[in-house]
């Protein structure tokens, strides 16, 4: 019996115009979701306008308040809500961000916020979607707080792969190795994790694979569950962090994309991915270390030596001029150390700026992921956000823990079955 499709309440403005609505509801279908414009009055209309006191002028921005006033009332029903506007208006980001808050503080419908341009296609929102439909249908799965069993994570990443195994409730087994060949990767942390934990393939009860290669690493690792990073990761992160009840902030600074997730009670609430370079995101930081001549996990001790670098000229907005605001620094005199913190700091401004408008950040902040090793990019993000971030230990796991501590929920049903 097949499910049905998870329905999301489209709230956006000029995605007809800028001619990617049909990317929109080829994203949607993809993954199970359906679509739809939620319909109200024009005194629905006139009301949220009045209600809201936003002095907008467009008028498909007032429809986009009155939608999202009905479906947080209850006069019309939805599963989850995509709020998107084209990044060249400065109103329809305001309404946009006002609505996301709205949304959140008045309902436990999930929400997510994107700014698109022309070229935006479907497999960018695939991902983004695919995180809606699964909270909608997997919401008391991602309740879970507990792992019991033998079950394994894997996180195959854009540029590291990653294993954990779990049992009852304790890690007993890691891997980690850069991304090369997917399954190679896949099959040397397993591997690893396995002789770390002393049991062999067979003991495994579960498996969850997440990640960039999750399809491809789940067919061959024949995975219980298969799920997008979004959720895996905020389930992981406030899982290590000891923060899975009330509110908490995850930021995931990855190797090709940022993701910014304000979770509830373990369950992501609204979250934003992406950027609009690789210079806000951790493959800026490979290359500045490059250019210092240091290995990567030697870039944070090197940056901690620095106040925090804040006075060297830095853009990271784009990777290739961000290289090049690298070499400037170093040829005007500045140190190596002040060098790797202006590049953090850069780093965490970038995210701030670009990914962290779209959340609403309540502490504890939590920092995940393989740059939140890096501790000058941890210290730049805390005092960007004037607070204390919060790094668990295997903070760099995150999306294999996550996955260890969901695919738990399937050995119930192997049994049952």
Same mark, same amino acid.
Not at 285 to 299: F, G, H, N, Q, Y
């Given at each position: 019996m097949s499910e049905q499709p998870v329905r999301i309440a489209q709230i956006t403005c000029g995605a007809e115009y800028s001619g990617i609505?049909?990317? *929109?509801?080829?994203?949607?279908?993809?993954?199970?979701?359906?679509?739809?414009?939620?319909?109200?009055?024009?005194? %629905?209309?006139? /009301?949220?306008?009045?209600?809201?006191?936003?002095?907008?002028? +467009?008028? %498909?921005?007032?429809l986009a308040i009155a939608r999202t006033q009905a479906i947080v009332e209850g006069r019309i029903e939805a599963d989850g809500i995509f709020i998107a506007s084209c990044f060249r208006c400065a109103e329809a980001a305001i309404v946009?961000?006002?609505?996301?808050?709205? @949304?959140?503080?008045?309902? /436990?419908?999930?929400?997510?916020?994107?700014?698109?341009?022309? /070229?935006?296609?479907?497999?960018?929102l695939l991902t983004r979607l695919e995180a809606l439909t699964t909270i909608a249908r997997r919401r008391s799965l991602m309740a879970r707080e507990v792992? #019991?069993?033998?079950?394994?994570? #894997?996180?195959?990443?854009s540029s590291t792969t990653k294993c954990i195994i779990m049992q009852d409730d304790k890690i007993i087994g890691t891997g980690w190795r850069p991304t090369t060949e997917v399954l190679k990767s896949a099959d040397e942390v397993v591997a690893l994790a396995l002789e770390e934990s002393g049991l062999r393939i067979s003991d495994i009860q579960a498996t969850a694979t997440t990640g960039y290669g999750r399809f491809l690493v789940g067919k061959h690792l024949k995975a219980d569950l298969v799920q997008e990073e979004l959720t895996v990761n905020s389930k992981g992160a406030v899982y290590l962090a000891g923060a899975q009840k009330g509110f908490a902030t995850v930021i995931d600074?990855?190797?090709?994309?940022?993701?910014? @997730?304000s979770v509830n009670d373990g369950i992501p609430g609204s979250f934003t991915?992406?950027?609009?370079?690789a210079g806000a995101s951790g493959r800026f930081? !490979?290359?500045?270390?490059? /250019?210092?001549?240091?290995? @990567?996990?030697?870039?944070g001790a090197l940056s901690m030596k620095s106040d925090g670098g804040e006075n060297v000229p830095m853009n990271s907005y784009c990777i290739v001029f961000g290289t090049q605001s690298l070499v400037n620094a170093l040829a005007a005199g500045y140190s190596r150390e002040d060098v790797a913190a202006a590049a953090c700091h850069s780093v965490a401004q970038q995210v701030y700026e670009q990914q962290l408008q779209e959340v609403?950040?309540? !502490?504890?902040? @939590?920092?995940?992921?393989?740059?939140?090793?890096?501790?000058?990019?941890?210290?730049?993000?805390?005092?960007?956000?004037?607070? !204390?971030?919060?790094?668990?230990?295997?903070?760099?796991? *995150?999306?294999?823990?996550?996955?260890?501590?969901? +695919?738990?929920?399937? *050995? %119930?049903?192997?049994?049952e079955a």
């Open positions: 609505q049909n990317e *929109i509801t080829t994203a949607a279908e993809t993954v199970g979701g359906k679509m739809f414009y939620p319909d109200v009055a024009l005194k %629905d209309v006139k /009301r949220a306008y009045k209600d809201f006191g936003l002095p907008v002028k +467009s008028p %498909d921005l007032k946009r961000n006002e609505l996301r808050r709205y @949304i959140v503080e008045n309902s /436990r419908i999930p929400v997510v916020s994107y700014s698109f341009n022309e /070229r935006t296609g479907s497999s960018t792992q #019991v069993g033998t079950t394994m994570g #894997v996180d195959s990443g600074i990855g190797g090709m994309d940022n993701k910014a @997730i991915m992406g950027g609009i370079c930081l !490979e290359m500045t270390a490059k /250019r210092l001549d240091v290995d @990567i996990t030697e870039l609403d950040i309540k !502490e504890p902040v @939590i920092m995940v992921g393989g740059s939140s090793l890096i501790q000058g990019l941890v210290r730049a993000m805390g005092r960007m956000l004037n607070t !204390e971030v919060v790094v668990p230990h295997h903070s760099q796991y *995150i999306g294999a823990t996550g996955g260890a501590l969901l +695919s738990s929920g399937f *050995i %119930d049903k192997k049994k």
